[in-house]
């Protein structure tokens, strides 16, 4: 529970905002969770005043009362793996840094999404695809609390979806161990044993993402919750698109557009977020 006078320096900006405080009490079965209402708040006025007087290392805002969500749509690299596989790859061709540092602008949405992956891909031109499998083996490892919040989520009926401007190649063995049930992604194009330095058209986009949370939605029907999952610029529409849209250690314009955020490692904070109680987890 927050200390009563940073809960009380809230009530009193958004009192001044014209947004009062109608109610804050910690959830009957999570002393971890404050649930406000604000009846008359915005998203706009709210999270920057909750942020600033609260600092919540996560957080949640809806317009109605949050439900489990049917579907799940996620960002794979630096969200439910704590790496950037591509980033990963490229130290074994010998360049790491470069890529790296194409990564990160991308990720900011200071390059187009598509040309900095091409642009990254052709540095690996030549690399033994054996390169692949070792990086899997060595570099890559989910977030903490990724698997558990899959399984929980499909116990509790969700279709999980993972997206990824990467590769089906790290994706789907990813997404196998989680427990996703579909993936969406590129292809690393490779002839000889040796990859080509180019990538499978159409490219999976920030374009991808959005439709693929739109088409999956509409197959659940109307009024069916959706939750996407991201960190960086390419995932920024599709976050904004579902009714709960959580930044993971975001870059600050994702988490600017987001309605929700996790600050922490432990992924299993959206759980109770989304008011599912510990003994209803699917540990993994």
Same mark, same amino acid.
């Given at each position: 529970?927050?200390?009563?006078?940073?809960?009380?320096?809230?009530?009193?900006?958004?009192?001044?905002?014209?947004?009062?405080?109608?109610?804050?009490?910690?959830?009957?079965?999570?002393?971890?969770?404050?649930?406000?209402?604000?009846?008359?708040?915005?998203?706009?006025?709210?999270?920057?005043?909750?942020?600033?007087?609260?600092?919540?290392?996560?957080?949640?805002?809806?317009?109605?009362?949050?439900?489990?969500?049917?579907?799940?749509?996620?960002?794979?690299?630096?969200?439910?793996?704590? /790496?950037?596989? *591509?980033? +990963?790859? =490229?130290?074994?061709? !010998?360049?790491?840094? &470069?890529?790296?540092? %194409?990564?990160?602008? $991308?990720?900011?949405?200071?390059?187009?999404?598509?040309?900095?992956?091409?642009?990254?891909?052709?540095?690996?031109?030549?690399?033994?695809?054996?390169?692949?499998?070792?990086?899997?083996?060595?570099?890559?490892?989910?977030?903490?609390?990724?698997?558990?919040?899959?399984?929980?989520?499909?116990?509790?009926?969700?279709?999980?979806?993972?997206?990824?401007?990467?590769?089906?190649?790290?994706?789907?063995?990813?997404?196998?161990?989680?427990?996703?049930?579909?993936?969406?992604?590129?292809?690393?194009?490779?002839?000889?044993?040796?990859?080509?330095?180019?990538?499978?058209?159409?490219?999976?986009?920030?374009?991808?993402? /959005?439709?693929? *949370?739109? +088409?999956? =939605?509409?197959?659940? !029907?109307?009024?069916? &919750?959706?939750?996407? %999952?991201?960190?960086? $610029?390419?995932?920024?529409?599709?976050?904004?698109?579902?009714?709960?849209?959580?930044?993971?250690?975001?870059?600050?314009?994702?988490?600017?557009?987001?309605?929700?955020?996790?600050?922490?490692?432990?992924?299993?904070?959206?759980?109770?977020?989304?008011?599912?109680?510990?003994?209803?987890?699917?540990?993994?």
């Amino acid at each position: 529970m927050p200390d009563e006078a940073s809960l009380s320096a809230l009530e009193n900006a958004l009192a001044e905002a014209g947004q009062p405080l109608a109610s804050a009490a910690m959830l009957e079965f999570c002393g971890e969770v404050l649930e406000i209402a604000i009846p008359e708040g915005t998203h706009e006025v709210v999270a920057p005043l909750v942020e600033q007087h609260l600092a919540p290392h996560a957080a949640l805002f809806a317009d109605d009362f949050i439900e489990v969500p049917r579907l799940i749509v996620s960002d794979m690299d630096s969200t439910m793996i704590g /790496q950037e596989c *591509l980033d +990963e790859l =490229a130290d074994f061709a !010998g360049v790491k840094p &470069r890529v790296a540092e %194409i990564t990160e602008r $991308a990720m900011r949405g200071e390059l187009d999404f598509a040309g900095a992956l091409k642009e990254r891909v052709g540095l690996l031109e030549g690399l033994d695809e054996a390169a692949i499998q070792r990086c899997l083996d060595e570099r890559i490892s989910p977030t903490p609390g990724a698997a558990t919040l899959i399984a929980t989520l499909k116990a509790h009926g969700a279709h999980s979806v993972l997206v990824t401007g990467g590769f089906h190649r790290f994706a789907d063995p990813v997404a196998e161990k989680l427990g996703f049930d579909r993936v969406v992604g590129n292809r690393l194009l490779i002839a000889d044993g040796k990859l080509t330095g180019k990538v499978q058209e159409p490219i999976c986009d920030s374009t991808t993402k /959005q439709t693929t *949370l739109a +088409e999956e =939605a509409g197959r659940l !029907g109307e009024g069916a &919750r959706t939750l996407a %999952i991201g960190d960086g $610029a390419n995932d920024t529409p599709m976050i904004v698109a579902a009714d709960y849209g959580i930044a993971y250690k975001a870059k600050p314009k994702t988490r600017a557009a987001a309605n929700g955020w996790i600050d922490t490692d432990d992924l299993t904070a959206i759980l109770l977020l989304l008011g599912i109680e510990r003994e209803k987890w699917v540990m993994r």
